[in-house]
C-alpha cells in the first residue's frame, strides 16, 4: 500500500538552523522540498568535485590491484581523484601518438634501416639524393653516379640514388619524399611511449587500493550536497527559516517529540495534501510483497501517490509469466537451490535481501511449472508415470495457449474490476462492467480464431456479450450531459479502446511461445552434446548451452514479463507510474 503523507511546515530560528537540520538527518522521515527551487546554492565547485569522484570510481572498479598492498599511494581523496582522472586522460593521448608512430613506421618499414643523418650529410655536400619507387626490373635503367637498391617487396623496389649531376629515372619510376627520420629512432619513441603507458595504467592498479577511501570520499560529497540543497532551500525572514516537505502521517509525533528531546524550539504544523499537490510515494508493503521493490529501482517506475499499489499484484504475475517464459523444472530448481544456499553469505555482505527474495519466488514459479510440464533442462521427463502431459503434443499446446488468452482475459479483467472499485460511484461504473464483458467477448473471438475451438466459455456467450458490453459502454461512459452526449462519448472509447482489447490479450500468447522457443534451443544444444562422443566433450555444450538459455530466459522475464504488468495491464487500470519516489532528507552512510 502508498503510505499516507502529511504536508509539513517547520518554522525555527535561523540561528538553530544546522541543528534543526541534525535533527532531520536523525529521523530520516522528512522529504524536504525547498521553498522556491531558485534559492538553492551548492558550494563552488561541488558538483564537478562529486562527478570527478563518480568517474574516478567507476574507472578504478574496473582495474585489478597489484599483489603487493604495501604500494597504497598517499594523499587526500580529493587529489587521488585528481591524480586518476590525470592518468586517465594521458593513457589514450599516448595511445594515439603511438597508433600515429606505428602507422609511420609501417610506411618506413620498406626503406630498411636507411641511414637519414647520412642522407641530409649527402644534401648538404651538393650531392643530389633521391628516394624512388617502382618496378625492379627497371632499376638497371636509372642513370646515376650511386645508386642502392633498398628492399624487393613483390617486384616493387625502393631505391636510393645520389650524383652530382643530373639523376635520370625511367618513367616506371616516382620519386617520393625522403622521411624525416629513420626506423630506429621511430622504434625508439614507440618504446617510450609504450614505457609511459606502462607506467600509468601500474599507478592506476595502486590507486585502486584506495578505493575503498574513494567511496567514503563521494558519500560526504552526497551528503555535503543534499545538505546545501536543503539549508538553501528554505525560507529566511528576519531571525526565522521556513522549510516544508513531506512526512508519513505514521511518523509525525515521532519527528515532534526528537526536536523536543533535543531542546530545540520549532513551530511544526501538518496538513493533508492539497488536490493540486503530489506528495512523495512511500510503498508500505509486507515482506513477501516488498520483493518487487528492486524490479521497481531497476525500471525507474514509481506509482504516483494518487494511484493504487499493486506490488503484491504485480509480484503474483510476475511469477506465474517467469514460468511459462523459462519453462523448465531444471532451470527453476537450480536457480532456486543456488538462491537458497547463496541466501544468508550474501545479505550479509550487504546484498539487498528483497532482491533474493524476488529471485527466490521467480525460480520457484518457474520449478512448479517445469514439474507441470514434465520439462527438464530442455527434455521430457515424467516423474510419475501417471501424468504424462506433454507441452510439445496438439493437445499439450493448444491447453498451454488458452491458459495464456485465459489468463490475460482474467489479468485485463481484474484492471478494470479494482478500477471500478477505486471510483466514486456513479453510473460509470457500468462502463467499467461493459469492458469486462468486453474483453471476455474477445477471448471467446480469439479462441476461435486461433485455437479453433472453445476454451472453457462456450462461443455462444460471444454475441450476448458484445450486445451487453456495446450498450453499457455506449450509454454509460460519461456521467455527464444528455443522451447524445454520452452515447458520443461512448462510440469515441470503442473506437480508442475496442482494438486494443483484442491485441492485449493475444500479446499474452508470447508467454507460450518464449517458453517453447526456449525449449527447442536447450534441445537443440542437448542434441549437439548427444553427437559427441564422450561426455568430457559432451560436459562444455551442455555448460554453455544451457547457460546461455538461462540468460535468454531472464532476459524474457524482463522484456516480456515486465512488459504486461507495466504496459497492458496498467493500460487498462489507467496506472500511469508518474510518481516520485519518497526520498527523506538523511545522512547516507
Not at 609504450?194 to 607506467?199: D, F, P, S, Y
Not at 515482506?287 to 528492486?294: G, L, Y
Amino acid at each position: 500500500m502508498i503510505s499516507p503523507m502529511k504536508k509539513l511546515l517547520l518554522a525555527a530560528r535561523n540561528s538553530d538552523r544546522d541543528r534543526v537540520l541534525e535533527v532531520l538527518k536523525a529521523v530520516e522521515a522528512v522529504h524536504v522540498e525547498p521553498v522556491d527551487p531558485t534559492t538553492i546554492r551548492l558550494p563552488e565547485g561541488l558538483s564537478l568535485e562529486i562527478d570527478n569522484c563518480t568517474r574516478a570510481i567507476a574507472l578504478l572498479e574496473q582495474v585489478r590491484p597489484p599483489d603487493n598492498s604495501k604500494l597504497v599511494p598517499p594523499g587526500t581523496p580529493s587529489r587521488i581523484v585528481e591524480e586518476v582522472l590525470n592518468h586517465d586522460r594521458a593513457i589514450p593521448q599516448m595511445r594515439e601518438k603511438l597508433s600515429q608512430l606505428r602507422h609511420e613506421i609501417e610506411e618506413l618499414t620498406p626503406l630498411g634501416p636507411l641511414g637519414i643523418k647520412d642522407i641530409k650529410y649527402l644534401i648538404e655536400n651538393g650531392l643530389k639524393v633521391k628516394l624512388l619507387k617502382g618496378p625492379a626490373d627497371d632499376f638497371s635503367q636509372i642513370v646515376a653516379e650511386a645508386s642502392s637498391m633498398i628492399s624487393n617487396d613483390g617486384g616493387v623496389a625502393f631505391a636510393v640514388v645520389a650524383s652530382r649531376n643530373e639523376i635520370s629515372i625511367p618513367a616506371s619510376y616516382v620519386e617520393i619524399g625522403l622521411p624525416s627520420r629513420d626506423v630506429n629512432t621511430i622504434d625508439t619513441e614507440i618504446v617510450n611511449f609504450e614505457r609511459q603507458i606502462e607506467e600509468h595504467l601500474d599507478a592506476l592498479s595502486c590507486f585502486s587500493l584506495r578505493l575503498d577511501d574513494l567511496r567514503k570520499h563521494y558519500v560526504k560529497l552526497i551528503n555535503r550536497k543534499a545538505h546545501s540543497q536543503v539549508a538553501t532551500g528554505v525560507y529566511v525572514e528576519d531571525a526565522i527559516f521556513v522549510l516544508t516537505g513531506w512526512c508519513p502521517a505514521h511518523r509525525s509525533e515521532e519527528l515532534g517529540n526528537a526536536f523536543e528531546s533535543e531542546g530545540i524550539a520549532v513551530g511544526l504544523q501538518f496538513s493533508e495534501p492539497a488536490e493540486d499537490e503530489t506528495p512523495p510515494t512511500l510503498l508500505k508493503n509486507s515482506e513477501w510483497a516488498s520483493s518487487i521493490a528492486p524490479l521497481y529501482e531497476f525500471m525507474g517506475v514509481t506509482p504516483s501517490y494518487t494511484e493504487m499499489d499493486i506490488s503484491g499484484m504485480f509480484l503474483i504475475m510476475l511469477t506465474i509469466f517467469s514460468a511459462f517464459l523459462l519453462a523448465d523444472a531444471g532451470y527453476g530448481f537450480l536457480i532456486l537451490i543456488t538462491l537458497v544456499i547463496a541466501y544468508m553469505p550474501l545479505v550479509k555482505k550487504g546484498v539487498d535481501k528483497n532482491v533474493m527474495r524476488l529471485g527466490i519466488f521467480l525460480a520457484g514459479g518457474v520449478s512448479i511449472y517445469g514439474l507441470l510440464t514434465n520439462t527438464w533442462f530442455g527434455e521430457d521427463y515424467k516423474i510419475f508415470e501417471s501424468y504424462r502431459f506433454d507441452p510439445n503434443s496438439k493437445d499439450g499446446m493448444i491447453l498451454l495457449q488458452g491458459i495464456c488468452f485465459l489468463m490475460g482475459t482474467l489479468h485485463l479483467s481484474g484492471a478494470h474490476i479494482v478500477k471500478a472499485l477505486r471510483r466514486k460511484i456513479d453510473i460509470t461504473i457500468l462502463s467499467e462492467v461493459g469492458w469486462v464483458m468486453f474483453l471476455w467477448a474477445m477471448y471467446g473471438i480469439i479462441c476461435g480464431l486461433i485455437l479453433k475451438q472453445d476454451f472453457l466459455m462456450p462461443s455462444s456467450w460471444i454475441v450476448p456479450l458484445l450486445e451487453a458490453s456495446g450498450i453499457l459502454i455506449l450509454l454509460f461512459s460519461t456521467a455527464s450531459g444528455g443522451i447524445f452526449a454520452r452515447i458520443g462519448a461512448g462510440v469515441g472509447a470503442i473506437l480508442q479502446n475496442a482494438s486494443a482489447c483484442f491485441s492485449d490479450i493475444v500479446s499474452y500468447i508470447r508467454l507460450w511461445a518464449v517458453g517453447l522457443a526456449g525449449g527447442k534451443v536447450a534441445a537443440a544444444f542437448n542434441d549437439i552434446a548427444a553427437m559427441l562422443p564422450i561426455f568430457v566433450l559432451k560436459l562444455p555444450v551442455y555448460l554453455l548451452g544451457h547457460t546461455i538459455n538461462i540468460i535468454l530466459g531472464v532476459i524474457a522475464v524482463l522484456a516480456h514479463g515486465v512488459r504486461l504488468n507495466l504496459l497492458e495491464f496498467s493500460n487498462h487500470f489507467e496506472l500511469e507510474w508518474a510518481g516520485r519516489k519518497y526520498d527523506p532528507f538523511k545522512e547516507i552512510r
